[in-house]
């Protein structure tokens, strides 16, 4: 068991550092299942392998230069969480915000699923209101000393 742990925890790693760090697309199959499914808003949304190819192209053009770092992992049966550190160069519109040319780094937890060597299921929380802040998305108003 603790041999297939292992290997669960290398596929995220090697994901994260093989497709998700250099954009490399054409390498996702190799990861992620065609039954692929994101967690979000509470909801399974399946991308399948179209749709994560796509969500990768959409996310390195708002920050070309995106890397992640694998900070810790742990695994129990066929979930992986992964803590990330993420830091790249805001270049391309997001959330509706203009590029602003800033630098930006955040803390995240990926939690995957793998069945048969490949991501079926992604989800996990990212510290967006560092980036808000980073970008001058989101001002803070008062010292809160008042």
Not at 41 to 67: C, M, S
Request: negative net charge; glycine residues 14%.
């Amino acid at each position: 068991m603790g041999d297939d742990l292992e290997k669960n925890k290398r596929i995220v790693r090697d994901y994260i550092t093989r497709v998700l760090n250099t954009g490399d697309v054409g390498k996702i199959s190799e990861y992620i299942s065609p039954v692929y499914v994101e967690i979000y808003r509470n909801g399974k949304h399946q991308l399948g392998i179209d749709g994560a190819r796509d969500h990768i192209r959409g996310v390195r053009e708002t920050y070309p230069d995106l890397e992640l770092t694998v900070e810790r992992q742990i695994a129990e049966g066929e979930w992986v969480v992964t803590l990330i550190t993420a830091r790249g160069t805001h270049q391309g519109e997001w959330l509706g915000i203009k590029p602003t040319g800033k630098k930006v780094e955040y803390t995240g937890v990926n939690v995957d699923r793998i069945r048969e060597g490949l991501i079926v299921e992604h989800g996990g929380a990212v510290n967006l209101l560092e980036t808000l802040l980073e970008i001058g998305a989101v001002k803070v108003v008062g010292t809160g000393m008042e």
